[in-house]
């Protein structure tokens, strides 16, 4: 990709997603490129999607989204007057309708391996063609996570949570794992773990690992089947 763009936008997060339809739509030349193959950030790569309802007190973007949202069955899983919980595939969908009306130009599926400052700013990628450069006035990071800061940051411990979806309910208590949030929706019991103090360069082994002991473990001893799991953690 040899284009120049005004700004590249990385991590399709609800963040990053409404500040490249607002630049798109003062004219500018951008790229929103993510890690995945889909947008929506954290709530669709990590589940998690449950939003503070203050999140979406504006007019504009993401007022639409959270309307757009509502529009959809079983878009909305669970409110109160604190919290909204979507259903990710809901958050996928809304992403990408909000990205098309707009020809928002994407790049999924690329990881970033070293970002240059200067004038044009240029971050190094690597994806299917293997390892490219783009280029841009401005690159902001937007991501969940902060993926293009962690770059310039040593090894460091993090707090990451694996947000899942279960068919069958589990117990508030269940040994071995720390449960921080159970919510029951029309869908099943969304359900939150965490595991703390985890080495930076650990993260997808770790999640990976606990992953796969959870869904073993709920069926062994509670015989609740696992309905939707994360692509990545949510990092902390």
Not at 20 to 48: D, H, M, N, R, Y
Not at 89 to 100: S, T, Y
Not at 130 to 144: N, P, V, Y
Not at 204 to 233: C, G
């Amino acid at each position: 990709m040899n284009k120049t763009f005004d700004t590249i936008i990385w991590g399709p997060s609800l963040e990053g997603i409404k500040k490249a339809i607002e630049l798109k739509q003062e004219g500018k030349e951008v790229l929103l490129a993510g890690k995945f193959g889909f947008p929506g950030g954290k709530a669709t790569e990590s589940l998690s999607c449950l939003f503070s309802a203050g999140y979406f007190n504006d007019e504009g973007i993401l007022a639409r989204f959270l309307k757009l949202v509502e529009g959809l069955k079983y878009g909305i899983l669970y409110r109160n007057a604190q919290w909204i919980l979507m259903h990710p595939e809901a958050v996928k969908r809304v992403c990408w309708q909000l990205l098309e009306e707009n020809n928002v130009e994407l790049l999924f599926h690329v990881i970033p391996l070293k970002l240059h400052q200067g004038n044009p700013m240029r971050v190094d990628v690597f994806g299917r063609e293997g390892k490219f450069t783009l280029e841009a006035g401005l690159i902001l990071d937007l991501s969940d996570d902060r993926n293009l800061d962690n770059l310039k940051r040593e090894t460091r411990n993090r707090d990451i949570f694996i947000n899942s979806f279960f068919h069958d309910p589990l117990p508030a208590h269940f040994p071995g794992f720390r449960i921080i949030r159970s919510i029951q929706t029309p869908i099943g019991q969304y359900v939150s773990i965490s595991q703390k103090n985890v080495p930076s360069n650990e993260i997808e082994s770790t999640f990976n690992r606990e992953l796969d002991r959870l869904s073993k473990e709920s069926w062994k001893k509670h015989q609740a089947r696992i309905l939707m799991v994360p692509v990545y953690p949510e990092v902390k």
